[in-house]
């Protein structure tokens, strides 16, 4: 089985390093001088017992090398999808399978806009990955994978999915698969809109968030919420209680600096529109109140990009009096 990482952001070296050393296995990068370093000089991954390990994945910057594949996984920035969706347009098999595993919502869809139906589905995981440099990642700690298995898909993209999870479970990644795809996407969504825009905000690592009962408190109201929103649609999330879920999230990957971090850490537009914005979009469809959704968005949107920071890394008061404040749009 041929696969492809589209994208080299964390998740994406962390999977060619762990993927690649056993498997058929390809990474495709857009920058330049990233795959240009990983090509020649391999990837370095610093492990969650804090060993450090080399590896030579296959990358390329150019799709038209790769040949056709049978599985692509879709790991890009959700702002990337579209141009991800027509890179995998070119490489994937007719009866391939295309897989996302951002972070946000649409990106299903609209990989099924240009893949079509039948060849895409989701996978959520709670590995953390935080990129160190450009060809250097720790692998803040270990989550379960979990893949889609949803009835719309082709009869040879449902015979591909197994060989998938057996693929990560032989490289040392958990995974498993799933019936319910929409559990999964807003299941995903309510940890990331607990976890990420609060350490964005604060700078600080997923584990921070768990030694204070306030913001405890604010992950647990935005993932309620989300979940709300989730059961206004008629989707069950794939666990029981939201707001555990996203701490149990944050425990297994304290180290790590959530992706929305690395964004802001790096000057560059976040996810936030596609995590806690959308959240707030359907949720107003809905006939949902999604205040703490609402004004994380608002708050994270004045700090991507390379504007300053809100407030001092770790200030909690700082930040719970802003969240507190009406009158910021
Ligand atoms: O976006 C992220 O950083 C990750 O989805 C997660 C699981 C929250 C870990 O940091």
């Given at each position: 089985m041929k696969v492809a990482v589209?994208?080299?952001?964390?998740?994406?070296?962390?999977l060619g390093a762990y993927l690649g050393d056993g498997g058929d296995v390809i990474?495709?990068?857009?920058?330049?001088?990233?795959?240009?370093?990983?090509?020649?000089?391999?990837?370095?991954?610093?492990?969650?017992?804090?060993?450090?390990?080399?590896?030579?994945p296959a990358?390329?910057?150019?799709?038209?090398?790769?040949?056709?594949v049978d599985v692509?996984l879709?790991?890009?920035?959700?702002?990337?999808?579209?141009?991800?969706?027509?890179?995998?347009?070119?490489?994937?098999?007719?009866?391939?399978?295309?897989?996302?595993?951002?972070?946000?919502?649409?990106?299903?869809?609209?990989?099924?806009?240009?893949?079509?139906?039948?060849?895409?589905?989701?996978?959520?995981?709670?590995?953390?990955?935080?990129?160190?440099?450009?060809?250097?990642?720790?692998?803040?700690?270990?989550?379960?994978?979990?893949?889609?298995?949803?009835?719309?898909?082709?009869?040879?993209?449902?015979?591909?999915?197994?060989h998938v999870?057996e693929l990560f479970?032989q490289a040392?990644l958990?995974?498993?698969?799933?019936?319910?795809?929409?559990?999964?996407?807003?299941?995903?969504?309510?940890?990331?809109?607990?976890?990420?825009?609060?350490?964005?905000?604060?700078?600080?690592?997923?584990?921070?968030?768990?030694?204070?009962?306030?913001?405890?408190?604010?992950?647990?109201?935005?993932?309620?919420?989300?979940?709300?929103?989730?059961?206004?649609?008629?989707?069950?999330?794939?666990?029981?209680?939201?707001?555990?879920?996203?701490?149990?999230?944050?425990?297994?990957?304290?180290?790590?600096?959530?992706?929305?971090?690395?964004?802001?850490?790096?000057?560059?537009?976040?996810?936030?529109?596609?995590?806690?914005?959308?959240?707030?979009?359907?949720?107003?469809?809905?006939?949902?109140?999604?205040?703490?959704?609402?004004?994380?968005?608002?708050?994270?949107?004045?700090?991507?990009?390379?504007?300053?920071?809100?407030?001092?890394?770790?200030?909690?008061?700082?930040?719970?009096?802003?969240?507190?404040?009406?009158?910021?749009?």
């Amino acid at each position: 089985m041929k696969v492809a990482v589209v994208g080299i952001g964390a998740l994406g070296c962390l999977l060619g390093a762990y993927l690649g050393d056993g498997g058929d296995v390809i990474l495709i990068g857009h920058w330049p001088e990233q795959v240009a370093t990983i090509r020649q000089s391999g990837l370095w991954l610093e492990n969650p017992d804090g060993s450090r390990t080399h590896h030579m994945p296959a990358i390329t910057q150019n799709p038209d090398e790769v040949g056709l594949v049978d599985v692509a996984l879709v790991v890009v920035k959700s702002r990337q999808t579209r141009d991800a969706a027509r890179t995998v347009a070119k490489i994937l098999k007719p009866d391939g399978l295309a897989i996302t595993l951002q972070n946000g919502l649409n990106n299903c869809a609209t990989l099924r806009e240009i893949l079509g139906q039948s060849r895409v589905t989701v996978g959520v995981t709670a590995q953390g990955a935080t990129v160190l440099g450009v060809a250097n990642v720790r692998h803040a700690g270990h989550g379960p994978t979990y893949f889609g298995r949803d009835s719309t898909l082709g009869p040879a993209q449902l015979d591909c999915l197994p060989h998938v999870v057996e693929l990560f479970n032989q490289a040392g990644l958990q995974s498993h698969l799933m019936e319910n795809i929409d559990g999964l996407i807003w299941g995903k969504l309510a940890v990331n809109a607990a976890i990420n825009p609060l350490t964005a905000l604060l700078r600080v690592p997923n584990g921070f968030l768990i030694e204070h009962e306030s913001l405890i408190e604010i992950m647990t109201k935005a993932a309620n919420e989300v979940a709300e929103v989730a059961h206004a649609q008629g989707i069950v999330l794939p666990f029981p209680d939201a707001a555990e879920q996203a701490l149990r999230v944050a425990r297994a990957t304290a180290g790590n600096r959530s992706s929305m971090l690395q964004d802001v850490d790096r000057g560059v537009p976040t996810e936030v529109e596609a995590i806690c914005g959308a959240v707030a979009r359907v949720a107003r469809d809905n006939g949902v109140y999604t205040p703490v959704n609402v004004r994380l968005c608002r708050l994270v949107r004045k700090i991507e990009g390379g504007n300053p920071p809100l407030v001092e890394p770790g200030d909690v008061n700082g930040l719970l009096q802003l969240l507190a404040d009406d009158s910021i749009r």
